[in-house]
Every structure is written in C-alpha cells, then in structure tokens.
C-alpha cells in the first residue's frame, strides 16, 4: 500500500482547517489597514543554512488560500539552501498573500527542519547498508507532512500507523504473556483477518532475540537499547534471516557504530520530535 496514498485530498482538508484556526471571521489587521484589492509580491527569503522541505505544500497553501496568487518557485524539495537565498516569490492580492503567510512559514520551517536533521542522519551512515527510519513520534495530525519531509531528507519510513505494520513491543509481549504467544497469536489474527502485513518485534536482550529466533513467523526485529557490542553478537545470531532495526538511546554521535554493526535499518525518534525549525520569512517587496 502507498503509504501516501489520499494525500491530496488529506493536504485541501487540513489547509482549511488550518485557515478555519487562524482566520475564522477575518484576517483583521490586514482588513483595517490595507485597502480591499492592493496588489503586491513578497519573497520568501531563507535564513538558515540547511535543506528545504515543504515548497510544494506551500504552493498548494497559496492555491487554497487563492486560486489568482501568482507563485514563481525557484528552489526544488531536497534542495541544500543557505542563508540569503529565495525559495519563492508570491504575487497578487495582498490580503490573500498575508492570510497565507504564517500557515506557509509554519509548515515550510517545520518540514525543513525535519530533513535537515534528517540529512545529517544519513550522511552519517553514508558508505552503511543501514537506512535511516523515522517513528511515530510525530506532531498529532501532521504525520504526513512530517514523514513526507523525512523522505525529503533522505530517510525512509517505517509504519504510518498503527494500521499499515505489526510493531510487537515490549507492552505487547508482557500483555500477550511472552514473546511466543505474541507472534503466535499475531500470525493467527492475520490469518483469520485475511491480512497481509509484516511483522516486526522488539528484543530488549540477546536472551529474547534467541527466543524470537526460535518461535519465526516475524520479518524484522528491533534491536531495543543495545550496546554496540550486543548488537554486533544479535546480528551474528539473526544472520540475515530476518531484517534487523537498532533503536533507542542512537544519536548522531554514535550512529555510525550502530549501522557499522551490520544492522539493516536505525530508527530516530527525535527526526520528528526533536526538532529545531528553520529560520525563514515572507518579505514585501516595495
């Protein structure tokens, strides 16, 4: 299943949401000092050194907010972007170009953030089999955007959501009364719900991962809080049979361990909620 699939239509909803949040009766300043009609341009000017995510959206804001905004887009999604450089320029109905500015900064600032810190992950990595994943710690009801801009980065995606992956963790195996009763009962559930999605669990110790090894039936496990040297004993132990993920307590400073281990992927949580947005604003031009 594309994991983007109905984003579309997802992108319209939420652009007038967040226009229903902001607006509501009206943009007021702009109505009291600006005459109905004034026409003008603004650039959006980039102020940080980093890599832009989020352009795209942006020009479906402006397209929501006005379908007659004139928007020249002169940087691309992906892009490495320095401080003093214009990603665009927006021309029409003053009114309509200052009702879309904050929702634009906010997703462009967020979004660049992410694939900013992103890219930092993967080129620690570069020269690794291992792919840099997102998680779900991400901002409630963004999760798109925010995984979108993960991807811009250079990161890939683990699950959506809960829907689209079986994530066997550590409150799953206590509840369901083990690790082998989990995946036994998972796979039945599958089966008896005619559902085709993989299986991923968590080992918290080499003890565990033997365990899982011995029960099969899953595709990938997470190796949780392990030592660079435990996870090099795992991945000998897992021997390619099933995939193998590192997570938790991995930063950018020891992350190129981790991967050198052998593992397949690394999961950062804190792509998504550790995040220090990049600097950017909308400026008139006179």
């Known amino acids: 299943m594309d994991e983007f699939s109905g984003f579309d239509k997802w992108l319209v909803d939420f652009i007038n949401r967040a226009f229903e949040e902001d607006v509501r009766d009206g943009d007021h300043t702009s109505l009291a000092c600006i005459p109905e009609g004034t026409q003008g341009k603004a650039n959006l000017l980039i102020k940080e050194n980093g890599i832009l995510a989020g352009i795209?959206?942006?020009?479906?804001?402006?397209?929501?907010?006005?379908?007659?905004?004139?928007v020249e887009k002169f940087l691309q999604d992906g892009s490495e972007i320095k401080k003093g450089d214009i990603a665009l320029s927006v021309s029409g109905n003053v009114h309509f170009i200052l009702k879309a500015e904050r929702l634009v900064l906010n997703i462009m600032q967020r979004m660049s953030g992410i694939a900013t810190e992103t890219n930092r992950y993967v080129k620690a990595v570069e020269g690794t089999k291992t792919k840099i994943l997102d998680t779900r710690k991400t901002t409630p009801t963004i999760r798109y955007l925010e995984k979108l801009a993960v991807r811009i980065g250079g990161g890939y995606n683990h699950r959506m959501g809960l829907y689209d992956m079986i994530m066997i963790k550590d409150n799953h195996i206590d509840y369901a009364g083990g690790i082998k009763q989990a995946i036994e009962k998972t796979n039945k559930y599958l089966e008896a719900n005619n559902l085709n999605l993989k299986i991923e669990i968590e080992a918290r110790n080499l003890d565990e991962v033997k365990e899982i090894l011995e029960t099969g039936g899953v595709h990938r496990i997470m190796?949780?809080?392990?030592?660079?040297?435990?996870?090099?004993?795992?991945?000998?132990?897992?021997n390619v049979k099933y995939e193998t993920e590192s997570s938790g307590g991995i930063t950018l400073k020891n992350i190129r361990d981790y991967a050198l281990c052998g593992v397949d992927?690394?999961?950062?949580?804190?792509?998504?909620?550790?995040?220090?947005?990049?600097d950017m604003s909308l400026k008139a031009v006179k």
């Open 265 to 278: 992927f690394i999961s950062v949580g804190a792509l998504t909620h550790h995040i220090n947005s990049l």
């Open 223 to 238: 190796l949780d809080n392990f030592t660079t040297a435990q996870t090099v004993e795992a991945v000998k132990l897992i």
């Open 56 to 70: 795209d959206v942006a020009l479906k804001v402006f397209e929501v907010c006005d379908p007659e905004l004139k």
